[in-house]
Each structure stands twice: as C-alpha cells, then as structure tokens.
C-alpha cells in the first residue's frame, strides 16, 4: 500500500505495527508482562498469550497493518479492548461502501448492527457499521461490541477499515464513542 497513516491511541494502550512476524512476540510479551503483574495465574497467562499470538498472526494473514489495545483490571472485572487497522481490496466491481450502506441487520437474534456514515476531519465521509457480533476466533465464539470504519484510499482500489472490538458489551455505548474518537485521529498521508 503506497498511502500511509497515523492513528493516536489513548496513553495507557499498546500501539504496535503488526505487519511482521516479530509483532507475535512483541505483544505476547507485552500481555504476559501485564497480566503477571495484575497477579494472574502464570497457567492462564499462558494460554491467552498463545491465543493472542494465532490472534495477531491471524490478523497479519488477513491485511492487518496495525492494532492497538488495553487491558485494563477494575473491582467489577476486566476491560478488553483493541482498534486494528487493516488493508482490504474490494472485488472488483464490488464498492465496499454501497455494501456497508445497503446492509441490514439480522432480526430475531440478540446480536444488531447499525450502517451509518461518519465524517473524519480531513478525509470526509466514510461507512461505518457497528452493533453488537459473535466474533469466532480459535473455535471459541464470544459477543463483543465491535466498530467498523470502511475508509476509501486516495488514488487506490484499496480501503483502509479500522476496527475497534470488546467483549464489554455492558458497556457498549462507551465503547463506540472510544472507538470514533480514536478513529478520528486517522490522518492519511
């Protein structure tokens, strides 16, 4: 991709490329750190590095560029969040745009999902969808609230989407005014 970007995340998060391999280690080594000083059991750590290595190297595999994220330990629980930003070329004949707009939300379930526009200072409009999701991932399936922003590449087929996800929905309102704020700061170059 010949464009390139800058994002700001809040102070306390992690803010890393992943765009190569190393990028596994950076952030289980940064996970680990964090959760053995939180005093989490060394076993569990364990086992969600190894998940947030495949998470990243599956990222990586999928067009991600670039993530962010907190883990952060309150007396009601965890907050868990990340922003990804990714680098996606529609099919062609496909406009990934008309796509977000024309998508409705499924009925019936307790999962919805809302497509809208945004407009990012210095870039204009761009399509967002954001709702709450089952995400999948290492065959384990778990709601989360999740943000999409589907951003058009000057002079390219390519489209960047920044993607904000936590499995906090209790406190999803707060979340998607986090993740437009943070995706606010996109400026492209």
């Known amino acids: 991709m010949s464009t390139s970007f800058q ?8 803010d890393l490329s992943i765009a190569d391999e190393t990028s ?39 067009g991600a560029l ?29 406009d990934i745009l008309r796509a977000l707009m024309a998508a409705e939300p499924e009925s019936g379930v307790d999962t919805w999902s809302r497509v809208t526009t945004a407009q990012l200072q210095g870039i204009g409009t761009v399509g967002r969808v954001h709702g709450i999701q089952d995400v999948t991932m290492d065959g384990l ?4 609230a999740v943000m999409h922003t589907v951003v058009k590449v000057p002079s390219s087929s390519q489209v960047l989407v920044v993607t904000g996800t936590s499995p906090n929905i209790a406190e999803a309102d707060g979340l998607f005014e986090l993740f437009d704020t943070i995706t606010g700061t996109l400026v492209l170059s």
């Open 7 to 14: 994002m700001t995340l809040p102070d306390h998060w992690y």
């Open 24 to 62: 596994e280690n950076t952030v289980a080594g940064q996970v680990w750190d964090q959760y053995t000083q939180a005093g989490i059991d060394e076993q569990i750590i364990g086992q969600f590095t190894e998940s947030v290595r495949r998470a990243v190297r599956h990222a990586r595999h999928s």
């Open 66 to 94: 670039h993530a962010g994220g907190t883990f952060e330990l309150y007396e009601d629980g965890p907050l868990v969040a990340t922003v990804v930003i990714s680098v996606v070329t529609p099919p062609s004949g496909g």
């Open 141 to 144: 399936t778990m709601r989360c």
